[in-house]
């Protein structure tokens, strides 16, 4: 019997990864978490493969992340930035792609505005094809990392673990990429924010709905909290941040009025004072720069596991 595979050639978003898949980057990235941690952070698995981290949005971490990642296992990298590119000029994504191809390239990560662009690309272009995020649709390797940090947190043991995702649930890739992943584990999804930011068609997806911050809190074992993305609002969905801060931020007093310790994450960039106060982001109960390190550890799992389906 061969090496355990992914069922896909290309993650596009959470929702085509099986549970088997998604096991099986927790069991890879432990794996190389423990590889990043050694005096010598390098292995040669990706050594001959060249990978383009596409990105037509800004990004701090899951840029740097999958360039760290790729670097970590031998690729060869290059990056491009739509903000300096030929896309200024009028070049449509499927050209830039295809120039970027011919200088044989063999996966690219994408980020893009536009929710469906890395799918397009997956159906025209010979490469595997990662999702850094595509506009409001799906961010599948926050997801994994942010399940991977819950799983690791409890020692495997997740099933039934109640997670709420408080903030702008409509503007958020995350919060669509984390039901998916969490729901697929076995978890219990609430989402909490003013009924504005709440998507109708959340209801559907078999997630709780709560507009009180501090009921959700003391449901949850686990918040994930979310930034208000003001650059994707056209029109105006709460008065003022100083209102959303007073009735969604997460602060100490919040935490202190609970009757169990929970466990905080956020996937940055943090809005401190907003949707999450420093003394909540930087207490005890934070896990939100082991997100950020166990994301390093995901992102080669992923890469390493779609160079694995390559003929
Ligand atoms: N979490 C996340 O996607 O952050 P960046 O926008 O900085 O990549």
């Known amino acids: 019997m061969g090496k355990p595979q992914l069922s896909v050639n290309h993650v596009t978003g959470i929702k085509e990864l099986s549970r088997e898949d998604i096991f099986l980057i927790f069991e890879t990235a432990n794996e190389f978490k423990q590889v990043i941690n050694r005096p010598i952070k390098k292995v040669p698995s990706l050594r001959d493969i060249t990978i383009a981290n596409l990105f037509f949005e800004d990004s701090t971490r899951t840029k740097l992340s999958f360039e760290l990642a790729e670097k970590r296992l031998s690729a060869d990298v290059i990056n491009f930035s739509a903000s300096s590119s030929s896309v200024k000029k009028g070049e449509t994504l499927i050209d830039t792609v295809n120039n970027i191809l011919y200088m044989k390239v063999d996966m690219i990560v994408m980020r893009h505005p536009s929710p469906g662009a890395p799918h ?37 043991e997740i099933k039934g673990k109640k997670v709420v995702i408080v903030g702008d649930i409509m503007h958020s890739r995350v919060a669509l990429s984390n039901i998916y992943a969490m729901q697929k584990l076995g ?125």
């Open 120 to 156: 397009l690309l997956a159906k025209h272009v010979n490469a595997n094809i990662v999702n850094a995020g595509d506009g409001t649709h799906e961010h599948p390797t926050q997801a994994l990392l942010d399940t991977f940090s819950i799983y690791q947190h409890f020692n495997g």
């Open 187 to 311: 978890m219990e999804v609430m989402v909490c924010g003013p009924s504005t930011l709440i998507p109708k068609y959340f209801h559907e997806l078999g997630v709780l709905v709560e507009n009180n911050v501090q009921k959700a809190l003391e449901w949850c074992d686990v918040a994930n909290i979310l930034r208000i993305q003001l650059e994707r609002q056209q029109i105006r969905y709460f008065p003022s941040l100083r209102e959303y801060a007073m009735y969604f931020g997460v602060n100490r007093q919040r935490l202190d009025n609970l009757s169990k310790n929970i466990l905080i994450m956020h996937p940055g960039p943090i809005n401190r004072g907003i949707e999450i106060t420093s003394d909540v982001a930087d207490s005890e109960h934070s896990i939100i720069l082991e997100q950020v390190e166990n994301g390093v550890a995901v992102r080669m799992a992923v890469l390493y596991l779609l160079a694995s389906t390559r003929k």
